[in-house]
Every structure is written in C-alpha cells, then in structure tokens.
C-alpha cells in the first residue's frame, strides 16, 4: 500500500537538505559518498521539480525569505518540512508503476497542499537503500512564499497567507491520506489503509538507532568470531523492540491482567503502569516508561485484554472434547537448535577449542532432541515425517486464513470510508439536486460533489442489492474482523514457532539416527 511519511526539520542548513535528495549518503551514518577526488556523487537516478523557487537555489532562496520576514531564526524552529510518499513495491509489476508517474503525483500532491511555499518534489528511482521501491521526496520551506486561495483543509486565515509557517495539523494530515488514497485510486494503484493504526508503530528514529546498533553489534561479532569463538547475540534490539518481545511472550503466558503485570515483572524486569485506561511499559534500562501506543496499536490496554482473552479461549477450545483429535500447538520458548556436523565445520577443523564447544553444544541439543519426542509420543520416524507435514499444512492454512480476514479488512475499511464521504455531503448533494443552476453550483462544491457520486458509485458496487449498510453495522463488522484478524497472527505466530521446531527435530533426529547428510539447501530452510 501507498504509505505518506512526514518528518520535522530543525536544521537550519537547507542546502544539506538539497544535497540528500540528490547525492548519494550512507544509510547508516547519513553522510555523503564521496570518489576518489573527494566529491560527492550524484544518485543513480532520480527526477527533480521545484515550486516558487530554482530547484539549485532553493538553500539561499529560503534562507532569504526567513530573513525578510524575521521568521525560521531560532534553534529549535521547524526550519522545514519533509514528506515522503512511498509506493507499494508491487505497483511496479502490477500496476505498471513508473518514476514519471511517481515524480507527477508528487507534483500533483505538493501543488494542492503545499502551495505558495518553495518546494522541492524528487523521486528517487532506486529506493530506499536500493531496495527498489519508488517514492517520493518532498520538502518544503516551512514558511509560505506566496498568498494562496483558501482551502477546505485549512483551518485559519493565516493558513492561506504568505509570511506564516506550514502546521501538519490532524485534519491536514487526513485530508493528505484522503487525496492520496484518491490519487492511487484513479491510477489504479495499491491505496493507503488509513483506517488501521500501525500494529508495531516503528519510528524513523527507532529505524535508524535499529540500523546503527546492528552495524555495531555485527563489528563487534566479527572481532569475537576472529578471536575463535561465537558470539552470543547476533541481532541488536532497541528498548522498545525488547519491550514488544517481552509482551508478546507475557501474553501467551498469562490468565488475566494481574497475571500479566506479574509476569512482566517478574520474568522481564518490566514495570506495568496502568493511568486512566493508558498502559505504560517501564524498561529497567530507562528512566522514563513508554506508553503502549508508541511500541504500536496491540500494545494498548484493550488490545492486550483481547490478545489474553482470545489465547484463554484457545486453550478451552483445545479442552472441548470435539478438539481432541486435533494436533495441539507446541510452543518452545527455549528453542531447540540444530546439531552442527563437525566433519563439515571448517571453523571447527581450524580450532580444537571451538570444536569442543560444538561437540558440547551438540551433545545438549541431542538431549533435547529426545526429551521432546518422548514427551510428545513421536516414537518413530515415520511419525516425526507426518508431524512435520501436519505442522506445514497448519501453517500454510493458517496463513491462508489470515491472507483472507486481511482482504476483508481492507473491503470493509473501504466502505467505511466511501461511507463517511456519502454521509457528510448526502445534505450538499440533495441541494445541488434542486439547486436553479446547477453548473455554478457543481463549480462552486466540485471537490464535495465528486467524493459523494465516486462514493455512491463504490458503495453500489460493494452492495448489489442496493441497500447501504448502517455506519455502526460496519464498525461492528471492522471490530469482529480486527479480533479475528489478532487471534489468527497470534496464533500463525505459534504455528510458525512450531513449524520452526519441527524442522530443528527432523533435522537432529537423522543426526543421531546416522543420516547426517542432509543438503545445504535443508539446512538453509532450517
């Protein structure tokens, strides 16, 4: 899906804001590239446009501006504004997505919300760290150039009038996913799920402190690995994303809400804090706690009550006597690891203390190996083969599943919204129906006209019968799906984790039983 990202400049240097979008910086360190002469080098490929100012002079133009107008001056000023709109990677095969269109619907975007400021519009043809994806840079002088008309999504006077600084307010930033769903729509691309709150909210600050402890930690690893030896941990997890694991192993362990801020307690050294229905997460290596909203959506009180809820109502279900035949899910929290060949460790061949290291490890791992099959009754391999497959087929229908309660998601979110815009201009439309002039009046409420017959024609088509169903009918429906959407990933998490096991077991099971030749791509998938 369409995704619009907006951050904060407070750098005062425009110009270093120039040089990103059109030279090429380091992900991690966010510094330029330079060649061999010490210049920096242009990207690869990428399309520029400019509003009210040269695209090479935007830094001294916008400088000149916040001078003449006394504003932009302090340290901790919104010197400027940087959107991004990124597309869904699959626009490109599907939908035959290109950086032209790309670069015209952020032309299109920055003209109907950002005009009157001086704006830069790049799109960068090769993604986000050559990863592919085409998007969309926009970045703007925080303060407006120009006098523009009056718009509906402008809440003040001042909104319109040049000399006073842009503010992303929540109806602007509506009304900015609105046009954009609006845009994808009309050219046929994959839209922006506005509806749905992001289930883990990652940050751009987050992403970038991600990247740089793993740059560290993979460094530091390489050291260890030189010395002889293998390090421990091997992927680097922010405070927050310890928070989100520690809550997600919580809640398959807990019975109710005391239970969970116990267990969170006692087991992760994480305190819970619940004000005015607001969960709050203390990390022992934080002064100050993180509320739930900020790790993202299934980290707020209600969604943990219903996460609890609906893995109690598995384990019932499990009980039910119509249940009994079915294979149960085994989750490990102590994973099992594959036994390593050391006739094939080079690294074990090159060290005899690393060797010996394995050769215990393995020896471990052998014991678990075993304790697991005889505590699940798998006393033969014949049997170990159909729990493999049984654990595959849950996954993948499990999957299936969840692919499916997602699309209706996404329908029933659709309606929603063609529903709203059918209710808020229903009244506009009925006086344009008996307006004397109906051209002057079309003219005079285009935008409210057109939202409420492209509504009406999307609502015809999702009900055949002609009846629109009520606002709260479809809230009801989103808030069954949601739950359901919720126990369906949790429980594709623990099918996945047992897929994962069966796999590990197979593979030691031939181990010990002598048939130590599984393939490079067998021990790859494990």
Not at 10 to 28: A, I, P, T, V
Not at 468 to 475: R, V
């Amino acid at each position: 899906m369409a995704i619009l990202k907006h951050i904060a400049v407070k750098n005062s240097d425009y110009g270093q804001m120039q040089r990103y979008l059109l030279f090429q910086h380091d992900s991690h360190t966010q510094k330029p590239i330079l060649d061999e002469n010490g210049d920096m080098i242009l990207r690869e490929g990428y399309l520029l446009d400019a509003l009210n100012c040269d695209p090479f002079t935007f830094n001294t133009e916008c400088t000149e501006l916040n001078r003449l107008w006394h504003k932009n001056l302090g340290k901790n000023d919104r010197k400027a504004h940087h959107y991004i709109i990124s597309f869904d990677p699959r626009d490109v095969p599907d939908h035959g997505l290109t950086p032209e269109k790309v670069q015209a619907i952020g032309v299109e975007f920055a003209k109907h919300f950002f005009a009157g400021h001086q704006t830069l519009i790049v799109t960068h043809t090769d993604g986000h760290n050559h990863s592919g994806n085409l998007h969309c840079h926009i970045v703007l002088n925080s303060l407006r150039k120009l006098d523009v008309p009056w718009q509906d999504f402008m809440e003040e006077p001042i909104d319109a009038k040049a000399g006073f600084k842009h503010h992303p307010t929540d109806k602007l930033t509506m009304r900015m996913h609105e046009k954009l769903n609006a845009i994808c729509e009309r050219e046929h691309l994959y839209p922006n799920d506005i509806s749905l709150k992001t289930d883990r909210l990652v940050t751009n600050r987050e992403y970038w402190e991600r990247q740089r402890g793993q740059q560290k930690m993979d460094e530091r690893n390489r050291r260890i690995r030189e010395d002889g030896y293998e390090p421990v941990h091997t992927k680097y997890s922010t405070i927050k994303e310890q928070l989100r694991q520690a809550v997600d192993r919580a809640v398959e362990m807990t019975k109710d809400e005391q239970d969970f801020i116990r267990i969170m307690r006692e087991q992760f050294g994480i305190a819970v804090r619940f004000s005015r229905g607001v969960i709050s997460y203390k990390h022992p290596d934080r002064e100050k706690p993180i509320r739930g909203r900020m790790l993202g959506r299934i980290y707020e009180r209600e969604q943990i009550a219903e996460r609890i809820a609906g893995f109690q109502q598995q384990e019932e279900e499990q009980r039910r006597p119509e249940f009994q035949g079915m294979p149960r899910i085994f989750f490990i929290h102590s994973e099992l690891r594959l036994v390593v060949d050391l006739q094939t460790c080079v690294k074990a061949q090159q060290s005899r203390a690393y060797a010996r290291q394995v050769a215990l490890s393995n020896l471990q791992e052998m014991a678990r190996t075993i304790a697991y099959i005889q505590e699940h009754g798998i006393g033969t391999v014949d049997k170990l083969a159909e729990a493999a497959d049984q654990a595959e087929a849950q996954y993948k229908q499990a999957s299936a599943d969840l692919r499916e309660t997602q699309n209706a998601l996404t329908a029933i979110n659709e309606r929603i919204h063609y529903t709203g815009l059918y209710l808020s201009h229903k009244a506009l439309y009925r006086q344009f129906l008996s307006a004397g002039d109906k051209g002057a009046f079309r003219t005079a409420h285009k935008a409210e006209i057109d939202e409420y017959e492209n509504a009406v024609s999307h609502l015809k088509a999702a009900s055949p019968d002609g009846t629109f169903p009520s606002m709260k009918e479809l809230k009801a429906e989103k808030s069954r799906l949601s739950r359901q959407r919720d126990q369906q990933r949790a429980a594709l998490r623990l099918l996945a984790e047992q897929r994962k096991q069966m796999r590990v077991i197979a593979g030691n099971v031939k181990f010990i039983l002598g048939e130590n030749a599984l393939s490079m791509n067998e021990r790859q998938q494990l």
